[in-house]
């Protein structure tokens, strides 16, 4: 059984920090890309940072600068530090698991930046 599963989703102000992280179970973590992906309601989804299985990492315009993408193989997790953070940042956050034509979906994670 394949699993991913956010955490770390919440309410926070303007300018503000938070970390999303996703623990996977059931696949071969080390050698699949994870991806963080944010949808809000009525606007497709959208990519926002990526770390394949070597570490490279690519980021969204709108974020690059303000967040950054890692992994932990030995955790099994990737994670998304979130920092200066912006109204436009709200939606629910996905993390996915690719690896050729293989993908896996967490059940989201909402964040909410408002003061």
């Known amino acids: 059984q394949v699993q991913l599963v956010e955490s770390g989703g919440g309410l926070v102000q303007p300018g503000g920090s938070l970390r999303l992280s996703c623990a996977a179970s059931?696949?071969?973590?080390?050698?699949?890309?994870m991806v963080w992906y944010r949808q809000v309601p009525g606007k497709q989804r959208e990519l926002v940072a990526r770390?394949?299985?070597?570490?490279?990492?690519n980021y969204a315009d709108s974020v690059k600068g303000r967040f950054t993408i890692s992994r932990d193989n030995a955790k099994n997790t990737v994670y998304l530090q979130m920092n200066s953070l912006k109204p436009e940042d709200t939606a629910v956050y996905y993390c996915?698991?690719?690896?050729?034509?293989?993908?896996?979906w967490g059940q989201g994670t909402q964040v909410t930046v408002s003061s």
């Open positions: 996915n698991a690719q690896w050729l034509s293989r993908g896996y």
């Open positions: 770390i394949t299985s070597g570490g490279n990492t």
């Open positions: 059931g696949i071969e973590f080390n050698i699949y890309a």
